[in-house]
T-cell receptor
Framework: GQQVMQIPQYQHVQEGEDFTTYCNSS?????IQWYKQRPGGHPVFLIQ?????EVKKQKRLTFQFGEAKKNSSLHITATQTTDVGTYFC???????????FGTGTQLKVEL | ETGVTQTPRHLVMGMTNKKSLKCEQH?????MYWYKQSAKKPLELMFV???????ENNSVPSRFSPECPNSSHLFLHLHTLQPEDSALYLC??????????????FGPGTRLTVL
C-alpha cells in the first residue's frame, strides 16, 4: 500500500534557527496537505498543494510540492517557540478519496 | 474550536466492556472520518463516511464498529478491545467537492485506555 515517510523524525533547534521537514511518497500524489499538531492537541490544517512544482508561503513557512508530485517540504525561517509541535504531511492519491498521513516530524524549539 | 466535538475526552475501559465514542460536526460537511493515533505511529485512517455511506474501511478489526446516522454525527462502538487498542481516537470532517476531499477539521480526540 501507499507509504508516506517524513524525515527527520525529531528536530531540536535554537530559537531563530531555520527548520525543514521532508515528505516522500511511494506513489504519485494528486495533492498534498500539511498539518500541525501541538503537544496535547489535534492536527490543524496548514495548507494544500495541488500543482507540480508549486510553492506557497505563509509568513515564515514555505511549502513546496515536487515536480514529480511524490515529495514535498516545509521550511520554517527563524523558528519561534510557538512553532513547537509535530508537522504531518498527508497525501491524496488517485481520485483523492483517501488521505495518507506521513510519519510526522516533531519540532522542539529551545530559547 | 474547530467545529468538531468529541465525547468523551478520556475513557478507561476493561477488555470486556462495551463503550461508544461520539463525534459531532457543526460545519455542514459531507464527509467524516475516524483516525487512530498511537505513540510512535503515524495517524491511521480507520473509516471514511461520505454522505452517511461508508466508503472506506481500512482493514479495521470488527471489535470497532462505526455508525453514521446522519452527516453531522459519527459514532465508534467499541467491544472486547485489547490493551494495544489504547490510543487517541480522532474524528475529522471535510467537504468533498468534485471527487476530491478538501482540508480536514479534527476534533480534540478521545484518549482511550484499555486495561
Amino acid at each position: 500500500g501507499q507509504q508516506v515517510m517524513q524525515i527527520p523524525q525529531y528536530q531540536h533547534v535554537q530559537e531563530g534557527e531555520d527548520f525543514t521537514t521532508y515528505c516522500n511518497s511511494s506513489t504519485t500524489l494528486s495533492n498534498i496537505q500539511w498539518y500541525k499538531q501541538r503537544p496535547g492537541g489535534h492536527p490543524v490544517f496548514l495548507i494544500q498543494l495541488v500543482k507540480s512544482g508549486e510553492v506557497k508561503k505563509q509568513k515564515r513557512l514555505t511549502f513546496q510540492f515536487g515536480e514529480a508530485k511524490k515529495n514535498s517540504s516545509l521550511h520554517i525561517t527563524a523558528t519561534q517557540t510557538t512553532d513547537v509541535g509535530t508537522y504531518f504531511c498527508a497525501g491524496l492519491t488517485g481520485g483523492g478519496n483517501k488521505l495518507t498521513f506521513g510519519t510526522g516530524t516533531q519540532l522542539k524549539v529551545e530559547l | 474550536e474547530t467545529g468538531v466535538t468529541q465525547t468523551p475526552r478520556h475513557l478507561v475501559m476493561g477488555m470486556t466492556n462495551k463503550k461508544s465514542l461520539k463525534c459531532e460536526q457543526h460545519l455542514g460537511h459531507n464527509a467524516m472520518y475516524w483516525y487512530k493515533q498511537s505513540a510512535k505511529k503515524p495517524l491511521e485512517l480507520m473509516f471514511v463516511y461520505n454522505f452517511k455511506e461508508q466508503t472506506e474501511n481500512n482493514s479495521v478489526p470488527s471489535r470497532f464498529s462505526p455508525e453514521c446516522p446522519n452527516s453531522s454525527h459519527l459514532f465508534l462502538h467499541l467491544h472486547t478491545l485489547q490493551p494495544e487498542d489504547s490510543a487517541l481516537y480522532l474524528c475529522a470532517s471535510s467537504q468533498r467537492t468534485s471527487g476530491a476531499y478538501n482540508e480536514q477539521f479534527f476534533g480534540p480526540g478521545t484518549r482511550l485506555t484499555v486495561l
